[in-house]
């Protein structure tokens, strides 16, 4: 019987009629009895950090976390600060759905779990779409992300850089400046499904910061068979997209998806080197290299773990940069398993660009 590979799935037009033994890579994981059955797990710890490396420690979609399983949220941030010196961790980027459903406890499990941070490793959050109106349903851009952390708490710390220049008492939006490894970076966190004058006001901020290897972190970007999101090319095709949300329909469409943001912003800069996003289910694991009109080749990932154990088993994606300026040696890390993924979906190397 001839397999079928993820793209085909795709253009099929019929994915959930396929059957799973036809299914290869990691999309079967969705459907096999074995939830790691597209994965390579090894007990342990990840390797030692590589001679003057640095760590950037990325938090997926923690909605399941905040809602049913805040234990594993906390074991996720302590272990950060238990091993910020051994893995000379430099901060912490939150790829949004902090919350499942914007409610009060679970607001208050999240903070609990990153206020594990303060004072100890920087962290920068991006809003998903379950972090808006009521019960999570993004159908306008109620939230109560900026309530849970709110500019006042930030903007006094030497990492914090500003928000949305429309909206100063708003979280939704930010940026942050940090230095690792002799080198300066620049993290751009955008809100689900960015709004066009949002976007704008992005622009501004990478204009301001050329000297910075800039990375952005928002929602939804990436689709998981390793395209974009581009409403324009694939519709509905690609489910999840912000153009597809209530709040794109309050709003006369006034979101930005994958393909928008790349070329509204990405690719009229010299200095972004990579982007991250949650929010896809699935295998919730893809990425693509893509290069900008300046010739720079620039890693986009999606990584997301909701779909695993107990809201996601506490995994984590560790980005190692190394020494050479050039390359990013990625691992996914488990404190609660005490286990890493070893497949070639978790575990690989990236080549980023200089600053231009």
Not at 60 to 85: F, M
Not at 255 to 270: A, Q, T
Request: charged share 25%; proline share 5%; hydrophobic share 35%.
């Amino acid at each position: 019987m001839s397999r079928i590979s993820r793209r085909d799935i795709l253009k099929a037009g019929a994915v959930f009629a396929i059957p799973p033994a036809l299914l290869t890579g990691a999309t079967s994981s969705c459907w096999a009895a074995d939830p790691y059955a597209d994965g390579k797990l090894v007990d342990g710890e990840p390797p030692k950090l590589a001679k003057n490396a640095f760590t950037v420690a990325v938090l997926p979609d923690t909605q399941h976390y905040s809602e049913e399983h805040p234990d594993t949220y906390l074991a996720q941030t302590r272990w950060i600060v238990e091993n910020k010196r051994d893995r000379n961790i430099a901060c912490v980027l939150h790829l949004g759905d902090v919350t499942n459903r914007n409610t009060q406890p679970q607001w208050d499990n999240a903070v609990k779990a990153m206020n594990e941070l303060d004072d100890k490793v920087p962290y920068f959050v991006a809003p998903g779409n379950h972090d808006y109106s009521d019960k999570g349903s993004c159908k306008d851009r109620t939230t109560g992300l900026s309530d849970a952390f709110p500019v006042d708490k930030f903007k006094d710390r030497p990492n914090f850089g500003g928000v949305y220049d429309k909206e100063p008492n708003r979280f939704e939006n930010s940026f942050h400046t940090f230095s690792a490894g002799g080198r300066d970076f620049l993290a751009l966190c955008l809100e689900f499904g960015p709004r066009k004058d949002v976007v704008r006001w992005a622009n501004e901020v990478a204009a301001q910061h050329t000297d910075r290897a800039a990375i952005l972190v928002t929602h939804a970007y990436m689709y998981y068979d390793d395209t974009r999101y581009d409403w324009k090319k694939y519709g509905t095709k690609q489910t999840w997209n912000p153009h597809n949300y209530a709040v794109a329909k309050a709003t006369d469409d006034d979101v930005c998806d994958g393909e928008e943001l790349w070329n509204g912003l990405i690719n009229r800069h010299g200095n972004f080197i990579m982007t991250l996003n949650g929010h896809v289910l699935k295998d919730g694991l893809g990425r693509i290299v893509s290069r900008t009109k300046g010739g720079r080749d620039i890693p986009q990932m999606l990584v997301n773990f909701q779909m695993r154990p107990k809201g996601g088993d506490g995994w984590l994606r560790l980005l190692e940069f190394r020494e050479d300026g050039k390359t990013v040696s990625v691992c996914d890390y488990s404190p609660t398993r005490n286990q890493r993924n070893e497949s070639p979906q978790n575990k690989f190397l990236l080549e980023i660009a200089g600053v231009a």
